[in-house]
Nanobody, 120 residues
Framework: QVQLVESGGGLVQAGGSLRLSCAAS????????MGWFRQAPGKEREFVAV???????AYADSVKGRFTISRDNAKYTVILQMNSLKPEDTAVYYC??????????????WGQGTQVTVSS
């Protein structure tokens, strides 16, 4: 049974930073891609960042240069460092384990989500 638990969300002013963490259990973490996705009210879930099992990364254009994804395979953890936050970054953020794709439909396992709210 795979479990993904996100933490680190909260309320921050525009220009501030947050660090999201996702702790995984139940599967050999290092063999899978880990992604971050987000969903704002009334919108579809969208890709944010991904790191493949080999360490390759990809980012949505909207977050490039501001967000950084990293992973610690020994600790079964993936991190999303978010800097220079904007109000449009407000959403529920989800981590996912699976293919390493930018497409959310290609991920098998999801966390429960953590709310990020950026005030202007």
């Amino acid at each position: 049974q795979v479990q993904l638990v996100e933490s680190g969300g909260g309320l921050v002013q525009a220009g501030g930073s947050l660090r999201l963490s996702c702790a995984a259990s139940g599967r050999t973490f290092g063999y899978y891609g880990m992604g971050w996705f987000r969903q704002a009210p009334g919108k579809e879930r969208e890709f944010v960042a991904v790191m493949t099992w080999s360490g390759s990364t990809a980012y949505a254009d909207s977050v490039k240069g501001r967000f950084t994804i990293s992973r610690d395979n020994a600790k079964y953890t993936v991190i999303l460092q978010m800097n220079s936050l904007k109000p449009e970054d407000t959403a529920v953020y989800y981590c996912a384990m699976g293919s390493g794709s930018t497409r959310p439909t290609l991920y098998e396992h999801w966390g429960q989500g953590t709310q990020v709210t950026v005030s202007s």
